[in-house]
């Protein structure tokens, strides 16, 4: 069965303090591993897109990676107004079609 | 500004209703759908649509229904609401005609309690 999960459930960071959030995925035909940022009360809000394994996207504090097995997004010098869920989602061929599978996400809190 | 905006943002209505949540939007995609989402699930596909008059079936699609009548608007139907359909339900649109991308525009959510 595909599958996507994310890691943590949640961290909470000082400002300033650098960590990654890790998204593995057990799925066959992946067509391309996507991030969302969520806000409170927000829908989510495109990041970047992999495509293929050793790919890396960047914007502002973020970095994301991907590998044949999961992907990071790594978040350089926090700052509070980081603080969000955060998203994986993959897209795969299965059963004739493409669909998109999203992960449970990671809630980050960053503290000033 | 482009953009996608659902209505109403919040409703609560009675078990067996039939409840309507709209979906417009003005980016001209052809790409349209309709998750919902609720803890320890993430977002679930409930139905899709690539254009005038093609509606697809999602993950979790029963008790739901959608039509395509226009580019703009996808609204979501819930029958006969139950109190399994509480939830956040977003509207999402994306460019291109034809395969599902994971380049998604969503808008702000509707959130639905059924009682």
């Known amino acids: 069965e595909d599958q996507v999960t994310q890691s943590p459930e949640a961290l909470r960071l000082q400002e300033g303090e650098s960590s990654s959030l890790n998204c593995s995925y057990t799925v066959s035909g992946l067509r391309g591993l996507f991030w969302y940022r969520q806000d409170p009360g927000k829908g989510p809000e495109f990041l970047f897109t992999l495509y293929s394994a050793g790919e890396e996207k960047e914007k502002e504090r973020l970095k994301a990676t991907l590998t044949k097995k999961e992907s990071f997004l790594h978040i350089t010098a926090p700052k509070p107004e980081d603080s969000a869920t955060y998203l994986c989602?993959?897209?795969?061929?299965?059963?004739?079609?493409?669909?998109?599978?999203f992960g449970t996400g990671t809630k980050l809190q960053v503290i000033p | 500004d482009a953009e996608i905006t659902q209505s109403p943002r919040h409703k609560i209505t009675e078990t067996g209703r039939q409840v309507t949540l709209a979906c417009h939007q003005t980016?001209?995609?052809?790409?349209m759908f309709w998750y919902r989402q609720d803890l320890g699930h993430g977002l679930r596909l409930i139905h899709y649509?690539?254009?005038?008059?093609?509606?697809n079936k999602g993950e979790v699609s029963d008790g739901y229904s959608v039509s395509r009548s226009n580019t703009e608007d996808l609204p979501l139907t819930l029958e006969s609401a139950a109190s399994s359909q509480t939830s956040v339900y977003f509207c999402a649109s994306s460019v291109g005609a034809g395969p599902i991308t994971g380049e998604l525009f969503f808008g702000e959510g509707s959130r639905l309690t059924v009682l």
């Open positions: 980016w001209n995609h052809n790409n």
């Open positions: 989602a993959v897209q795969l061929f299965s059963g004739g079609y493409q669909k998109v599978t």
């Open positions: 649509s690539y254009g005038v008059q093609d509606t």
